[in-house]
C-alpha cells in the first residue's frame, strides 16, 4: 500500500469521527515520513475534531515548520486557536492568509465564525458577502449568512438566505428548520410546513442522519403548536428529543456531585475576608436556568447607553477548569490563596479575553445563564460585579428547554423530561444556597413580574446594577447594538408579550414524569 492509499485510509477515518485510530495511523506514518506537512496537518486535524485543541497546535506548527505556505494548515492552526480563546493570534493568521488569498472562500467563512463569536456580526458578515460574491451557491455559506442576519435581527433577508439555501437544496433540513422558527404558522400558510412533512413522508427518510432528522422533528413541533395541534407538536419533539438522547453518555448523578463539590467548597468560606481590587470594567452577569429570561434581561440591560451585551460568554467557565480544577476536583488551597491576595487574576484573565470583542462601554453583560453555578468564584474575583439571577415558573421553564434544541455541551441533560426536571431540582438547591451565603449580592428577578409590571421591575433591575435611569430601557426591542444567539433570538426583539406564561398548560397531559419530579415546594 503507498502513502498516497495510507492517507486516504485516515482521511476516512477522521469522516467517520474514528478520531483516536486515525491518530495512531498518523503517527505510525510520521515515524517513516516525519518531514511530510500534510500527515502532521492530517494529524492535528484528528486532534482537534478529537477535543484535544493542545496537541492540534503542536501538529499544525510542526506541518508549517516543514512546509511555511501551508494554507490548510494556517488555516487550522487559527481555528485551533479560536477554540483556546486566544482570539488575536487567531486573527493574525486570518488577515495573513487573506493578505495572500484575498479570495479564499473557506478562509472568509473561518473568520467569519471568528467575528461572530466575538459578537462581531456586521464584521462576520461583511466577509460572508464577499464569499458569496465569490461562490454564490455554497450552502454551507449561505447558512451562515441566514443566521447571521438572524442574530442581528433582519429576518427578511434571514428568511431570504433560507429560501434560497432550499431552492438550491430542497431537502436541506436545516433551512428548513431555521425557517420553522421564523414563520408563525396558521391554517392559510402552511407551504414550509407541507414540504417538512413530505421530508418525513420519503421513502428515504429512515437514511437520513440524525442530526436531519432532528431538524425535521424539532421543525414540525414547533409549527404544529403555532397550529395549536398540541397532541402533533408534542410527538415531534418528542421524537426529536429521543434520537438525540440516544446518542449521549450522560449520567445526572455526576452532575449532582459536581454541585455538591461547589456548596461544600463554599459552606465555610468568608467572602468577608475578600478585598480585591476593583476590575477596569464592570460585568453585569445574568444568570439562571435556560429559557428564564436571561436574553429578556440581558436586552433590557444593554439598551442602556452606557452598556454593552457580549451575550453568552463562555470565558468564565473556561478559566476556572484552566486554573482552578483538575478534571471535576478542585484545587481548594490555590482559590483560599487567590481569594486573599489584592489582585484579581482570574478576572483580569477574563477582561484579556473580552478585549477581543472590542466593546467601547465601561459596562458589560455576559449572560451565560448556567454562570450561576459559578456564583462563588464572582463574588471573590469580580469585586465591581452585579449579579442578576433570572426565574421562571418551573413547568414553563422546563418544557421550554425541552420544546427547544441545545447543541451546547453543557445541555446534555436537555433530552428527557426526567433530566429537565431533576437538573431544576439540582439548580434550585444550588440557588438557595446561594441565596443563603450571597443573596445580599444579587437581585432575583421573576421573569413574570417583568411582564406583569415592566417598568417597576425593569427600574429594580437597572438600580440594581448602579446604573442611572435611562427610559430606553423600556424600549428594549428596539435595541440592535446586541446581537442575539440563543434560542430566544426571534421573541426578545419583540415588545413585552405574555403568551409564554403558562404555555405549558396545553401540554400537561404529556408532561406528568416531568412534573411529578419538579419539587412541590416551587412557586407556580
Avoid at 511530510?36 to 484528528?46: D, P, Q, R, T, Y
Avoid at 460574491?133 to 451562515?144: A, G, P, S, T, V
Avoid at 442522519?209 to 413541533?221: H, M
Avoid at 426583539?493 to 398548560?505: A, C, G, K
Amino acid at each position: 500500500m503507498d502513502l498516497k492509499e495510507k492517507i486516504g485510509i485516515i482521511e476516512n477515518l477522521i469522516k467517520i469521527n474514528k478520531f483516536s485510530l486515525a491518530i495512531e495511523k498518523c503517527k505510525k506514518l510520521l515515524k517513516k515520513y516525519p518531514k511530510v506537512s500534510f500527515i502532521h496537518n492530517l494529524c492535528g486535524l484528528a486532534y482537534q475534531m478529537n477535543k484535544n485543541i493542545h496537541k492540534s497546535v503542536e501538529c499544525f506548527e510542526l506541518a508549517l515548520h516543514y512546509e511555511p505556505e501551508n494554507i490548510a494548515a494556517f488555516n487550522n492552526l487559527a481555528n485551533s486557536y479560536k477554540f483556546l480563546h486566544q482570539s488575536e493570534k487567531s486573527e493574525q493568521i486570518f488577515e495573513k492568509i487573506l493578505k495572500k488569498e484575498p479570495n479564499n472562500v473557506k478562509i472568509l467563512n473561518n473568520y467569519a465564525n471568528l467575528k461572530k463569536k466575538l459578537n462581531d456580526f456586521e464584521g462576520a458578515k461583511t466577509l460572508l458577502l464577499k464569499a458569496e460574491q465569490i461562490e454564490k451557491n455554497n450552502i454551507d455559506l449561505l447558512h451562515n449568512i441566514a443566521e447571521c442576519y438572524q442574530s442581528i435581527g433582519d429576518y427578511s433577508s434571514a428568511k431570504l438566505y433560507a429560501n434560497k439555501i432550499l431552492s438550491l437544496k430542497p431537502n436541506d433540513t436545516a433551512a428548513h428548520r431555521f425557517l420553522s422558527g421564523l414563520t408563525k404558522y396558521n391554517n392559510t400558510d402552511t407551504n414550509n410546513l407541507n414540504e417538512i412533512q413530505n421530508l418525513e413522508k420519503d421513502n428515504n427518510f429512515n437514511n437520513f442522519s440524525i442530526r436531519e432528522k432532528k431538524d425535521v422533528f424539532f421543525a414540525l413541533g414547533k409549527a404544529y403548536e403555532d397550529l395549536k395541534n398540541y397532541e402533533q407538536s408534542f410527538k415531534y419533539l418528542e421524537k426529536g428529543n429521543s434520537i438525540l438522547r440516544k446518542e449521549l453518555n450522560y449520567n445526572i448523578f455526576n452532575q449532582e456531585k459536581f454541585f455538591n463539590r461547589i456548596i461544600k467548597l463554599f459552606k465555610d468560606f468568608d467572602f468577608d475576608k475578600v478585598n480585591k481590587r476593583p476590575l477596569d470594567k464592570k460585568i453585569i452577569f445574568i444568570v439562571g436556568m435556560p429559557r428564564s429570561g436571561t436574553t429578556l434581561v440581558e436586552q433590557i440591560i444593554a439598551s442602556h447607553p452606557d452598556v454593552n451585551g457580549a451575550g453568552e460568554l463562555i470565558y468564565l467557565n473556561h478559566l476556572i477548569e484552566k486554573n482552578f480544577m483538575n478534571e471535576n476536583s478542585f484545587d481548594n488551597q490555590k482559590i483560599m490563596e487567590q481569594s486573599l491576595v489584592e489582585r484579581s487574576f482570574l478576572g483580569e484573565q477574563y477582561l484579556e479575553h473580552l478585549s477581543y470583542h472590542k466593546l467601547k462601554t465601561k459596562i458589560i453583560t455576559d449572560k451565560a445563564p448556567q454562570n450561576f453555578i459559578w456564583l462563588g468564584f464572582i463574588k471573590i474575583f469580580f469585586p465591581n460585579s452585579s449579579i442578576i439571577h433570572c426565574r421562571r415558573n418551573a413547568k414553563d421553564c422546563c418544557f421550554s428547554i425541552f420544546k427547544n434544541y441545545f447543541p451546547s455541551n453543557e445541555m446534555l441533560w436537555s433530552f428527557t423530561q426526567k433530566e429537565i426536571a431533576e437538573y431544576y431540582n439540582l439548580y434550585l438547591k444550588l440557588m438557595e444556597f446561594w441565596n443563603t451565603k450571597i443573596g445580599f449580592s444579587l437581585l432575583n428577578v421573576d421573569y413574570e413580574k417583568i411582564i406583569s409590571d415592566p417598568e417597576n421591575e425593569i427600574k429594580k433591575i437597572i438600580s440594581h446594577c448602579n446604573l442611572n435611569w435611562d427610559s430606553s430601557c423600556l424600549n428594549f426591542y428596539k435595541n440592535r447594538k446586541t446581537p442575539i444567539t440563543t434560542a430566544s433570538v426571534n421573541q426578545a426583539r419583540e415588545p413585552i408579550y405574555n403568551t409564554s406564561i403558562n404555555s405549558y398548560e396545553p401540554y400537561s397531559k404529556y408532561l406528568e414524569q416531568m412534573f411529578n419530579i419538579l419539587d412541590t415546594n416551587i412557586k407556580k
